[in-house]
C-alpha cells in the first residue's frame, strides 16, 4: 500500500484533534457512541482499529454543529443525513430544522403541558404540524424560565412589545418593498437585520438599566 494511500485514512485520535479546536467538548467516546448509533460508519484494519477518511471527518462536523447550533435529536440529524443521501467528502449546510410535537419536546427538554402553554399564549405555533428553528429556540428558552418561576403566561407582554418592534421594522422596510426595483428584496431584508439588531441593543440596555435599579445599584 502506497503512503498516500495510509494517509487517505485517520486514526480516531487524528481526528479528535482536527475537531477539538471547533468542537471542544467532544471526545473519543462522544465518536464511539455515535458509530455506536449509526451516524457515522468508519471502516476497520484487519487488527480492528478505527480507520477514519476525510468524509468520515465532514459527516462528524456536520452532525455535531447540528446538534450545537439546532439541538436536534440524534435520529432527526440521521434522518436528514440518510434522505440528503450525500457523496461521502461532501459537505451540506445544516438542513433547516422541522419538528415534529414529539422531537420538539424532546429537543427543548419540556413537557407537554408547558408547551400546549406556549401554544395557548400564542408563543410558537406549529406549521403544517411541524416546529421550525425559532419555535425550539422558543421553547428551550421558555423550559429554562420555568426553573425561576417565569411561565408562559407572564410572556404575553413581551410578546406584544415584540409585535410592536416588528410594526417598526415594517414601516421602515416598506418604502424599500414597494420600489420593485431590482435589488429591492436584498435591501429590504438588510435594513430589517440591522434594524432588529439595533432594536434588540437597545432593549437589552434598557432591561439591564431596569435590573440595576431593581437591584439599588
Do not use: C, W
Not at 4 to 31: C, H, N, Y
Not at 130 to 148: H, K, M, N, Q, T
Request: glycine share 10%; no cysteine; proline share 4%.
Amino acid at each position: 500500500m502506497s503512503a498516500q494511500a495510509v494517509r487517505a485514512f485517520m486514526s480516531i485520535g487524528e481526528v479528535l484533534a482536527l475537531l477539538q479546536g471547533e468542537f471542544p467538548d467532544v471526545t473519543v467516546s462522544k465518536i464511539r457512541f455515535l458509530e455506536g448509533e449509526g451516524l457515522i460508519e468508519p471502516q476497520r484494519s484487519p487488527s480492528g482499529y478505527r480507520k477514519f477518511t476525510h468524509g468520515d471527518v465532514e459527516r462528524l462536523r456536520y452532525i455535531l454543529t447540528a446538534q450545537r447550533d439546532q439541538y436536534l435529536p440524534l435520529r432527526v440529524i440521521k434522518d436528514h443525513l440518510d434522505g440528503a443521501a450525500r457523496p461521502r467528502g461532501v459537505t451540506a449546510e445544516a438542513p433547516p430544522v422541522r419538528l415534529s410535537r414529539e422531537e420538539l419536546l424532546e429537543a427543548a427538554g419540556i413537557d407537554e403541558e408547558t408547551l400546549a402553554e406556549m401554544e395557548g399564549f400564542g408563543l410558537v405555533a406549529a406549521v403544517a404540524r411541524r416546529y421550525d428553528a425559532e419555535a425550539l429556540e422558543i421553547a428551550r428558552s421558555v423550559g429554562a424560565l420555568a426553573r425561576f418561576g417565569v411561565g408562559a403566561r407572564h410572556l404575553r407582554v413581551l410578546k406584544a412589545a415584540v409585535e410592536r418592534e416588528a410594526a417598526l421594522v415594517e414601516q421602515a422596510v416598506a418604502p424599500i418593498m414597494r420600489r420593485r426595483a431590482p435589488g429591492a428584496i436584498g435591501e429590504a431584508e438588510e435594513t430589517a437585520r440591522e434594524i432588529s439588531g439595533l432594536l434588540q441593543e437597545l432593549h437589552n440596555a434598557l432591561l439591564r438599566g431596569s435590573v440595576r435599579g431593581i437591584l439599588g445599584r
